[in-house]
């Protein structure tokens, strides 16, 4: 559509031109000298048998037909969709963000699916990757819109916080921040309780005495300034947590299944439960830089689809197994309940990734607490590792006030995740785009309200 535009403004340029000496002289022929030797641009453009006028004039207006006739593409995300070369592909793009939802938290399913049933549980879980989906794409026409309104907008969009300020402002910025920080504060606290909890089926401690003594360990690993290392040894992390998935079902499995100990639906406890599912799925602020690593960024929703389905079918049959094989009084933590030597070995595995993976994961929060305190280049080490501490000893403190894992998840992915996912999205596409629908426009809406009352709801319970 440009090369067309930039066709049809040449014309009008010319069109406008004083005419040249050679012009003057095809202008003073006769008009029947001038009609006897057609042009050959007229001949070439001519599409019928009928005679075609050969003035400059209709030289010009056979040239304007030709522009007209250009195919026309839709441009509206080409700018912010453009090919990357060397970029990851679509099965690696589908990998990251499978790896994005799949993580520790998936040993609470067991959990959730125990506590409001395995109907009802399977029903959400799927219209929560279905909702994941809309609310992806109302993030992908926010930055397509914010994109064409202004090209420079690109680097900023490919952030999950800079796609906010682009769309709803410096507010919305902040917001956002906010509510990663809340979530990553959050995790940081569930990781400590999974640690802990499966240590104590280990060795003689309790819980909160394993919290603190782990708290220095992730102290220092929180003064981490160069990831390089870490990074290394967390690529083993999806192994662990596949495996640790592996010797869960294979263990439940001998242990027999009792489904009439599980209820279809339970709606009393759906609040608590719902934010597990909310921390697996929504994990949205993770999506915009995955599709802008990718070499065909037009790609990522589709690679998103395959991979919200693929954990989808996965989560639902880990859960509704984990959760009739032990029964309601399944743990938040469901590995705690294997025993054995080769599950102690499973168990020391994920807490060694766990614990690898916290610097990475915190790193983010970090990033959040040096930019308020207007950058790490400009505070003194000591404040900077102070600051750092200060996170992890809050977020041991959390951990020991809330010693539930699932109900940390449930806090954690009610309340920030639901934000993130369910109320941001709507909110970046309502102020960007003018031409949405009266329907959609009150889906949003419902969307939006719906996110504030599972957050509501999360705190409560």
């Known amino acids: 559509m440009q090369s067309a535009i930039s066709a ?21 022929k006769p008009l029947s000298a001038r009609r006897a030797a057609p042009s050959r641009l007229a001949a070439r453009v001519s599409q019928s048998t009928v ?3 050969i003035g400059l004039g209709s030289q010009i207006c056979a040239l304007r037909k030709r522009v007209k006739s250009v195919p026309r593409f839709d441009t509206t995300c080409n700018a912010a969709t453009a090919t990357n070369p060397g970029g990851i592909s679509e099965s690696a793009a589908m990998a990251n963000v499978i790896k994005s939802i799949m993580g520790a938290g998936c040993f609470a399913l067991p959990w959730a699916f125990a506590k409001t049933g395995t109907v009802f549980t399977t029903g959400y879980m799927i219209l929560a990757a279905l909702q994941c989906l809309y609310c992806l794409k109302c993030m992908q026409r926010a930055r397509d819109i914010v994109v064409e309104k202004d090209p420079k907008n690109i680097e900023l969009t490919k952030s999950y916080a800079g796609l906010a300020i682009a769309s709803i402002g410096p507010i919305g910025g902040n917001l956002t921040q906010l509510m990663v920080f809340v979530c990553i504060f959050g995790i940081a606290a569930a990781y400590l309780v999974f640690i802990a909890s499966t240590l104590a089926t280990i060795v003689p401690y309790s819980q909160n005495d394993l919290i603190m003594a782990i708290t220095p360990v992730m102290v220092a690993l929180s003064w981490l300034r160069s990831l390089a290392g870490v990074s290394i040894i967390s690529i083993f992390g999806n192994v662990s947590v596949v495996l640790g998935m592996f010797a869960v079902l294979v263990y439940a499995s001998q242990l027999g299944f009792n489904w009439a100990a599980i209820p279809a639906m339970n709606l009393a406890t759906f609040p608590a439960a719902f934010g597990s599912v909310a921390f697996l799925f929504f994990v949205h602020f993770t999506m915009p830089p995955i599709e802008s690593s ?6 990522f929703f589709g690679a998103s689809a395959k991979a919200f389905a693929v954990s989808t079918v996965i989560s639902s049959i880990f859960g509704i197994i984990g959760a009739v094989c032990f029964g309601p009084s399944v743990s938040s933590v469901v590995i705690t309940m294997m025993s054995g030597t080769p599950a102690a070995a499973v168990k020391l595995l994920l807490c060694v990734n766990l614990l690898c993976t916290f610097p990475i994961v915190a790193a983010g929060a970090f990033q959040i607490i040096e930019k308020v305190m207007g950058g790490a280049e400009n505070m003194a080490a000591p404040l900077i590792y102070g600051l750092r501490s200060l996170f992890v000893v809050a977020a041991a403190t959390s951990a020991i006030a809330i010693p539930s894992f699932g109900k940390l998840l449930g806090l954690v992915g009610g309340v920030s995740c639901t934000a993130l996912t369910l109320c941001f999205p709507p909110v970046m ?19 939006i309200i719906a996110g504030v009352a599972i957050a509501g709801g999360s705190i409560v319970s």
């Open 294 to 299: 990718m070499e065909e960024p037009k790609e």
């Open 51 to 53: 005679a075609q006028p």
């Open 429 to 447: 596409l309502l102020c960007t785009a003018k031409d949405i629908s009266l329907p959609e426009k009150l889906y949003l809406y419902a969307t």
């Open 8 to 28: 049809h403004q040449t014309l009008r340029v010319v069109a406008r031109r004083p005419a040249s000496n050679t012009t003057r002289a095809v202008a003073a």
